[in-house]
């Protein structure tokens, strides 16, 4: 199925701002909306923001207006701009095609840590 490669976590204050990236195969990346996904340990991973091939965006109401997704097709990368960051936005998050292939696999993400 392709791998993806999160990068650009790590600890930052309340309200402070971290700017993802994720590097994906064409198998992937290519022909498909792609999304970002975020698991807190002992829940299920959620959905984040995703954007279409064409640039259309959604995200979910936790992270609407702080949160940008967007996406560099030559590249095959996605970004994932992040500001006004919450404690409650401590996770690792990953990136992976929209919608899930039945198995997916997944990279090993990158931890975000909001805490004062």
């Known amino acids: 199925q392709g791998q993806a490669v999160e990068s650009g976590g790590g600890l930052v204050q309340p309200g402070g701002s971290l700017s993802l990236s994720c590097a994906a195969s064409?198998?992937?990346?290519?022909?498909?909306?792609m999304a970002w996904y975020r698991q807190i340990p002992g829940k299920q991973r959620e959905l984040v923001a995703r954007?279409?091939?064409?640039?259309?965006?959604n995200y979910a109401d936790s992270v609407k207006g702080r949160f940008t997704i967007s996406r560099d097709n030559a590249k095959h990368t996605v970004y994932l701009q992040m500001n006004s960051l919450k404690p409650e936005d401590t996770a690792v998050y990953y990136c992976?095609?929209?919608?899930?292939?039945?198995?997916?696999?997944w990279g090993q993400g990158t931890q975000v840590t909001v805490s004062s």
């Open positions: 992976n095609r929209f919608p899930l292939l039945v198995g997916a696999s």
């Open positions: 064409e198998s992937i990346f290519s022909r498909n909306s």
């Open positions: 954007i279409t091939i064409g640039g259309s965006t």
